[in-house]
């Protein structure tokens, strides 16, 4: 797969609908890889994922607050830091919940105990399945994963169930990513795979602002 097939989205203009409400489950890499040197001077890459989804949290508060998200940290276990909340009426308990983020420890990078736990939740709210609900599940990982092939069969399991997951590799360079793993737990849509590559603090932050908003991500 070529870098360009592997980094493009489906629509670059495809935002949400405004009168559809969104359900968001995030999978956030909580290893100990992430707390090494980030994108900028004294800067985690905890720290920039922190205050990306922070950001991402209030532009969805203030432009789409009838939607929803759900917040799950993981290394070698998943940790549900918050069920699925109304990002107006329970901003405050989805931001403890990613300030918990920043303190989960573990060893190992697996997904597949997160999204185990994301398809539970998708099982579970049976209004997640009504007209006018999108569930995304947006997923990011620093490093190399070690679920396979047990997390392809949840991610095809959420897929067909009408979940739209979105994977992101975050690291200074491609080679730290599994992303040709990365690739196949993603969605795909009209030949395009929903994965991207983010390798500087900028393009994080700017990729989870328009995540607020829009369902599909490309620049370039």
Excluded at 107 to 126: C, F, H, Q, S, W
Excluded at 192 to 208: K, N, P
Aim: charged share 30%.
């Amino acid at each position: 797969m070529s870098d360009r097939e592997r980094t493009r989205f489906a629509n670059p203009m495809e935002i949400l609908d405004p009168n559809d409400t969104c359900v968001d489950i995030l999978l956030n890499d909580a290893s100990p890889s992430m707390d090494e040197q980030g994108f900028e001077a004294k800067k985690t890459k905890r720290d920039h994922m922190h205050e990306a989804t922070e950001e991402y949290l209030e532009i969805k508060r203030q432009q789409r607050p009838q939607d929803y998200v759900a917040v799950i940290g993981y290394s070698h276990r998943a940790t549900l830091c918050c069920e699925p909340a109304n990002v107006y009426e329970q901003h405050r308990e989805i931001r403890d919940a990613l300030a918990k983020l920043k303190t989960l420890s573990g060893y190992g990078t697996r997904i597949t105990p997160a999204l185990k736990m994301a398809l539970n939740l998708v099982r579970r709210e049976d209004w997640v399945h009504a007209d006018g609900v999108l569930v995304r599940v947006l997923a990011y990982s620093d490093g190399q994963d070690q679920s396979q092939p047990g997390a392809l069969r949840l991610a095809d399991e959420l897929k067909s169930m009408g979940v739209m997951i979105e994977c992101f590799g975050i690291a200074r360079n491609r080679h730290e990513v599994d992303e040709a793993f990365l690739c196949q737990v993603a969605s795909e849509t009209d030949g395009f795979v929903h994965y991207r590559f983010l390798g500087d603090g900028e393009l994080v932050r700017r990729t989870f602002t328009k995540l607020a908003t829009g369902t599909l991500v490309f620049e370039g």
